[in-house]
């Protein structure tokens, strides 16, 4: 199984912060990459739509709003990897105004090495979690 996880500090509070990523089906509200998100069996699912037409479903496998943070797995998706799941959570660090969000994941590769398919979601994680930052430049 391989693993990959990416960290940003955000100059904004973690409850600010979470407030925009804390809903699962709130990716198109912050993470560019993304056109849309449809929520089906009571918001535990979702479909996602890339910018060019690539659908994704990911499914809510645990979801803790007191802590910040939810874990999820995929569905469906155009990944070379399985058992696929990955975790969102925004911690509040010293001070008011800032906060550390972290985005990882663990997965098995199909048909591709352990660094190949790290390097995909290493990008997917690292470039929406500066997407997310931009939502809080000043």
Not at 44 to 71: C, K, M, P, Q, W
Not at 91 to 120: H, K, M, N, Y
Request: glycine share 10%; with cysteine; hydrophobic share 45%.
């Amino acid at each position: 199984m391989a693993s990959t996880q990416a960290s940003v500090e955000v100059p904004a509070s973690a409850d600010k912060v979470w407030a925009l990523v804390g809903g699962f089906d709130a990716l198109p509200d912050w993470l560019p990459m993304i056109s849309s998100s449809v929520a089906q069996e009571g918001g535990r699912l979702r479909h996602l739509t890339l910018g060019d037409g690539t659908v994704i479903v990911e499914r809510l496998e645990t979801y803790d709003n007191a802590a910040r943070t939810y874990s999820y797995s995929i569905v469906q998706g155009p990944f070379p990897a399985t058992d696929y799941l990955a975790t969102l959570r925004v911690i509040a660090l010293p001070g008011a105004d800032q906060c550390r969000v972290e985005w990882g994941g663990q997965f098995t590769p199909v048909g591709v090495s352990d660094a190949e398919v790290v390097a995909i979601f290493d990008e997917v994680y690292r470039g929406g979690l500066q997407a997310l930052l931009r939502n809080f430049a000043s």
